[in-house]
Every structure is written in structure tokens, then in C-alpha cells.
């Protein structure tokens, strides 16, 4: 594992370490690749995962990143997660034996990642380095054309820079130790966590923008993203990300929805009885790009 302020172009291997057919996108059998195929995706946490909000206010499963790794590489490709958080992709890549790398404004967040790393006890031919840098600067440490697949969780433009009340929940869970908090990940002024929807599309069309050349044709990125509430309306985020990747370069090719109701528990009511809400917390959507070919 790396951790640098610095750029400087790594040394990261990108070449298949499978016997795979060369046209093949990924190392799955008929029988795996159509239970992939289903619009709809659920996912259990295992003891691995971080459910820590204090640790990281918004995670997905190992499993999540697991099945797109899976589904888009082969063994030793190269994996990228410009946003890595608490690492939940170099985990993933670790256990698939894939080189990943990830990377962070936060050096906790990078810190986060080297002890889950370090705490995986498995080992491969594949690499996962943790990097504190910013988002916007990638492209100075990775070599064109060199990433297989871009997947990440990005901050969600100001999603969680206000006070949370909790609404999805219900009784005592409600005012529980997240109640009036502010979660954000930083007040940072290059966080994307604290922009309104319009300045964090263009900030993520420049993000994107700069790693496209990095990614190789028919290379895929996967985002995972919800909507929000705010002020009696819906703030469409996802619609806000896939404008963004049109503009320079992506294409979208596939949404799914992350149907999380197999993890929520006592669910709130929204919007009873005169205002139909459908709830965030129950579902998120996975916006599949990929680099068209030339």
C-alpha cells in the first residue's frame, strides 16, 4: 500500500492474469454472468464491511463492489475508485485478485483503507494502494488507458451537509446518535459533499472528464448514487451524473437499482396520509457508463 501527496505516475500492472478468451469482458461462467443480468440487485453486509457511520457516513457492501469487479475485469486488471473512502473497492479487488487503487481528499479515509487492507490476510498477485489526493488530480499518477474499470460511491452534492432528522426511521430510532448531526465528509472547499446539485454536476463532469483517457475503450465505470428530499422536492442526483458523463465522453449503458430493503429496518412513514414519498433509503441506483469505442 501507498500513500502520497505527491503526484508521480505508479507502477500498477494492468494485463490480465487469466487464460480467459481475449473478446471475453470478465472471468464469469454462463451460469454467474445471468444472475447479473436482472435490473434489480440486493446485497447482505458481512462482518468485513464498515457500518461505522462515525468511521464513514455512507459505505456499500464488499458484495456490491464484489459482483461490478467481477463483471467487468478479469484477474489482474486494474480497477480505479477515485472517491475510495473506507476502501469497501480495494477490499473487493484484494479478495478478486485485481490491482486496484483508490483515492481521497481525507488521509483518514486513506488510513481507513490500509487497515482494512492489512487486516484481509489474503494474498495474490494483484496490488490495491491507498492515495491521499484529490479526485480532479488522478490522471497525474495513472497511465492512458490503463483502467479496466472506474467504480465508486462519490459524496452526493450536499446530500449529507445538514443536520440529519431521521425521517425514515421510526420510535426510538429516530433520535438515535446520528440525529441532528452533520455527517459530511469534510467542509473542505474542493469536497464535493458541500456543493448545490448544479456545481457539483459540473465538478463531476471535470472529474470525469480528466479520467476518461485514463480508461480503456469499452472500459466501464460504475457510480453509485441515490436522489434526495429537500424542501418538499425531489433532487435528482443521478439524473445530475448522467448528464455530467454524457457531456465528456460516457456512455450510459445500463442503470440498476440497488434495492436495499433487505437491510432497512423499521422504516418511517413519509408523507402520510397526503404526500406520497418514495424513500431513499430503500433503493439507490448503480448508473453503468463505459467508454465507447472510437
Given amino acids: 500500500m501507498v500513500v502520497m501527496q505527491d503526484p508521480g505516475v505508479l507502477t500498477l ?5 487469466c487464460s480467459c478468451p481475449s473478446k471475453h469482458i470478465n472471468c464469469l461462467t ?17 462482518s468485513r464491511d464498515i457500518r461505522d457511520k462515525s468511521a464513514h457516513p455512507a ?3 464488499i458484495s456490491l463492489a464484489a459482483r461490478c469487479i467481477s463483471l467487468f475485469t478479469h484477474e489482474g486488471e486494474l480497477v480505479l475508485d477515485p472517491f475510495v473512502g473506507s476502501g469497501t473497492t480495494l477490499v473487493a479487488a484484494q479478495d478478486l485478485n485485481r490491482n486496484a487503487v483508490g483515492f481521497d481528499l481525507k488521509g483518514e479515509y486513506v488510513e481507513l483503507s490500509e487497515s482494512r487492507l492489512d487486516g484481509a490476510g489474503r494474498e495474490g498477485e494483484a496490488r490495491q494502494l491507498a492515495i491521499c489526493a484529490d479526485a480532479r488530480n488522478v490522471a497525474d499518477y495513472l497511465e492512458p488507458e490503463s483502467v479496466s474499470l472506474i467504480l465508486t460511491s462519490p459524496p452526493y452534492a450536499n446530500l449529507l451537509n445538514r443536520p440529519r432528522l431521521n425521517k425514515s426511521r421510526r420510535g426510538v430510532e429516530r433520535k438515535n446518535g446520528q440525529y441532528l448531526k452533520n455527517e459530511q465528509y469534510s467542509q473542505d472547499a474542493r469536497d464535493l459533499g458541500i456543493l448545490s446539485l448544479d456545481t457539483y454536476q459540473e465538478a463531476m463532469a471535470e472529474i470525469y472528464g480528466g479520467l476518461f483517457p485514463l480508461l480503456k475503450e469499452r472500459g466501464h465505470c460504475v457510480i453509485d448514487v441515490p436522489d434526495m428530499w429537500l424542501d418538499n422536492r425531489r433532487v435528482t442526483i443521478h439524473t445530475a451524473v448522467v448528464d455530467a458523463l454524457r457531456a465528456v465522453g460516457y456512455e450510459l449503458r445500463n442503470t440498476i437499482i440497488w434495492d436495499r430493503t433487505n437491510i432497512v429496518n423499521r422504516v418511517g412513514i413519509f408523507g402520510w396520509p397526503s404526500n406520497y414519498i418514495t424513500m431513499g433509503t430503500t433503493f439507490e441506483y448503480l448508473l453503468d457508463f463505459w467508454k465507447p469505442p472510437a
Avoid at 35 to 45: A, N
Fill in 13 to 17: 500492472d494492468n494485463e490480465r492474469l
Fill in 30 to 46: 454462463a451460469k454467474e454472468w445471468i444472475k447479473s443480468q436482472l435490473g434489480v440487485w440486493q446485497f447482505y453486509y458481512e
Fill in 59 to 61: 459505505t456499500f457492501p
